[in-house]
Nanobody, 122 residues
């Protein structure tokens, strides 16, 4: 099993910044991709940003230029730096990691954090 533990989040005024971090632990052979998703009240969960083991990144159009995702492969940790926050960024943010628990291709995992609330006031 793989466990994801998030930290960060909270309340911030519009225009402010917050940072999130998430550590993966447990039966990990390699992590292929890590990322962040969010779910606002009454909406479906959506991708925010992902980063692969080679540090290639992908962002939702709504956060490009404002959010930065990064990772520390040695620490199995993914970060999300959020700048110029807007009220519409308010959501529960979930971290995600996908990879393999062993060298066997069948031992794939897809792990999620418990979620952390980010609230941006106007």
């Amino acid at each position: 099993q793989v466990e994801m533990v998030e930290s960060g989040g909270g309340l911030v005024q519009a225009g402010g910044s917050l940072s999130l971090s998430c550590v993966a632990s447990g039966s990990i052979f390699t992590i292929v991709a890590m990322g962040w998703y969010r779910q606002a009240p009454g909406k479906q969960r959506e991708l925010v940003a992902t980063i692969n083991s080679g540090h290639a990144t992908n962002y939702a159009d709504s956060v490009k230029g404002r959010f930065t995702v990064s990772r520390d492969n040695a620490k199995n940790t993914v970060y999300l730096q959020m700048n110029s926050l807007k009220p519409e960024d308010t959501a529960v943010y979930y971290c995600n990691a996908r990879g393999y628990s062993t060298y066997r291709a069948r031992d794939v995992f897809d792990a999620w954090g418990q979620g952390t609330l980010v609230t941006v006031s106007s």
